[in-house]
């Protein structure tokens, strides 16, 4: 315990001291950007068949909300008086502000998609799995920084959309909040937090404002670097293993002069990497990599610039409690979530628990930590580490999908088949004519 | 001069460890008071909301029947010189609940089978809970039914709705 404390001590400070001024200022070696990137890569990381570069694009998709976030900073006032005339005045006054609010949606949408998609591709290919042939590498710890970056990316785009504090906004945090109620023992104390009071108004949205402009931002932020930094020190993406990787063991002492920057945090192994000689599979980082990542920043910016063109972001009245919109649903990435609490109360002659904790924590709480524990419950061999549908994950792969696709079809009865008063219809059904108000 | 060296070696904790124990524990300490007074800071001690008792008028005011009261979310029912109160807040997650009205009455079977007509129900519009007239579940995944408030008359002979104070199904307030 106190080994991997003192362990964890060391890897967050800098204990690696250059002996000369040449040494220190090699560290960053000539060019600040591309030292994040190893000087070779093989041919199979970079592959888009294998990572569907997926995670460039959250990268990518993770600057646009950045910048325009930024911009909406100046815009929008964090009042309840004024929140919701600021959005309107972006919409219809300032000077292309629908366009940066658009793309702020867009961007912040396709993210949450591509984010579940990236897990899906790690999970299918098999790549949060350890192996003993890279000396230093532990790819379930990257697969758990994955999940967490999951759950903040849900957390942020869930306090983005109550910023507007219009009906949508309003009724999210109402439901959001009585979800949190519904937990036994500590539920009224999180309530307080997530809303600073009994009612929601001026100390909610303050709390979820700091929460979505700074706090989620900088925690996300520090988990991306953290991610990334952990896919170097496993030896690059996990496609490599089936190359035959062997990481050597190494002095300390042999590495010193050659390559420490990053690889001085790696205490007493070098990432000598003896498959980088076998022929073909690995080019220079610089420009195959490079380029490539270029090319994906682009495309992804010119896609989300055109979408945000034609997708406008709702708004809809602005906020009051005095009537719910009928019916009130949530964004696609939580109408799974909205069905369960709808479906999953159960009641029997002498007690009755509330969907809200089922649905909405039990449920979601086992199946996260599922994930979590799926690395050290998953024994299948080597061989199936980063590779698509291996045979022997057969079954995992088809458990995995199931609930994927549960997931997926929970989504489209909440978005299609509910209508007002979360009837159930049919696509083809006509939905009743209900009166907006009562 | 062997036993000597033994007792050297015995300490277990000499005078520098038990410094730095005790400088890093008051510096622990220091982190743990800062970190209590942080989440402590976020649970408000005085509430700016709106008070839980409150008048809502004259009885002569209501009519005979439902009428929602929207900007208390309660629906206060009239019956000849009786009144009650209902919570409009659906008990499943907080939304507010619509008031369903039919004409001819709507007629349902109770559970000691007896036929019981209701002119009005309440609907959930987030996740299709349905209340009878007296505020008990029937469809939805609601827990609990609607809670009835008390209600008592001021000096003034306005109506005082109490939220904070729930009351069973047999209380009227008789004006």
């Known amino acids: 315990m106190k080994e991997k404390l003192k362990k964890i001590i060391r890897k967050l400070t800098w204990t690696y001291t250059p002996e000369t001024e040449r040494e220190a200022s090699d560290s960053t070696v000539r060019n600040f950007i591309l030292h994040w990137f190893p000087a070779k890569v093989t041919t199979k990381s970079i592959s888009f068949s294998y990572s569907m570069v997926l995670g460039t694009i959250i990268l990518a998709l993770f600057v646009i909300l950045t910048i325009t976030g930024l911009i909406l900073m100046f815009l929008y006032v964090p009042s309840v008086e004024r929140a919701y005339w600021s959005i309107k005045d972006l919409n219809f006054v300032v000077s292309y502000g629908w366009f940066i609010r658009d793309l702020h949606r867009v961007a912040a949408h396709l993210m949450v998609a591509a984010v579940f998609l990236h897990l899906m591709r790690v999970f299918l290919t098999g790549a949060y799995k350890h192996s003993e042939k890279i000396v230093g590498s532990y790819r379930p710890l990257n697969w758990w920084i994955g999940i967490s970056l999951l759950l903040v990316t849900m957390v942020l785009s869930y306090t983005g959309y109550l910023l507007p504090w219009d009906q949508l906004a309003l009724w999210a945090i109402t439901i959001g909040d009585h979800i949190a109620l519904s937990a036994p023992l500590v539920g009224s104390a999180i309530s307080k937090i997530l809303i600073g009071g009994t009612i929601i108004d001026q100390n909610t949205l303050i709390r979820w404002y700091v929460a979505h402009v700074f706090l989620l931002p900088v925690i996300i932020f520090l988990l991306i670097l953290w991610h990334m930094w952990r896919i170097r020190k496993d030896g690059g993406l996990a496609g490599v293993e089936a190359l035959g990787t062997e990481r050597i063991m190494q002095d300390k002492v042999v590495a010193k002069g050659k390559t420490y920057s990053l690889m001085g945090i790696v205490t007493g192994i070098t990432p000598t990497i003896t498959q980088y000689r076998v022929r073909g599979a690995s080019v220079n980082a610089s420009p195959y990599l490079t380029r490539r990542i270029i090319m994906i920043f682009i495309l992804v910016t010119a896609i989300t610039m055109g979408l945000a063109l034609f997708i406008k972001a709702p708004l809809e009245e602005a906020a009051s409690l005095m009537w719910t919109p009928n019916p009130a649903k949530a964004p696609w990435y939580f109408l799974w979530l909205q069905e369960l609490v709808a479906d999953t109360t159960i009641r029997t002659r002498s007690f009755t628990i509330s969907g809200g904790l089922i649905g909405g924590i039990l449920i979601p709480t086992v199946l996260l930590a599922f994930a979590v524990a799926w690395p050290l419950m998953d024994k299948s061999p080597d061989e199936a580490i980063g590779v698509w549908f291996h045979k022997s994950r057969r079954f995992q792969n088809a458990l995995f999908l199931l609930i994927c696709f549960i997931i997926i079809a929970l989504i489209y009865v909440g978005a299609v088949m509910r209508g007002p008063s979360w009837h159930l219809y049919m696509p083809w059904q006509q939905w009743i004519k209900m009166p907006a108000r009562f | ?175």
């Open chain 2, 1 to 175: 001069m062997q036993e000597n060296k033994e007792e050297e070696k015995l300490p277990p904790v000499s005078r520098r460890k038990f410094l730095s124990y005790l400088g890093g524990s008051f510096i622990a300490g220091g982190f743990l008071l800062q970190g209590y007074a942080a989440l402590k800071s976020l649970f408000p001690k005085v509430l700016y909301e709106p008070p839980t008792k409150f008048k809502i008028g004259m009885p002569a005011d209501f009519p005979e029947g439902v009428r929602f009261m929207p900007e208390h979310r309660l629906f206060i029912i009239r019956n000849g010189d009786m009144f009650h109160g209902i919570s409009a807040i659906c008990t499943h997650l907080g939304c507010t609940v619509n008031l369903a009205q039919y004409s001819p009455p709507k007629t349902y079977d109770s559970s000691s089978g007896k036929p019981v007509s209701e002119t009005y129900e309440f609907h959930c519009p987030c996740h299709g809970s349905k209340y009878r007239e007296n505020g008990n579940i029937y469809a939805g995944p609601a827990p609990l039914p609607l809670p009835w408030f008390k209600l008592y008359m001021a000096p003034d002979g306005q109506i005082v709705v109490d939220t904070n104070t729930t009351v069973d199904h047999n209380f009227r307030l008789k004006v």
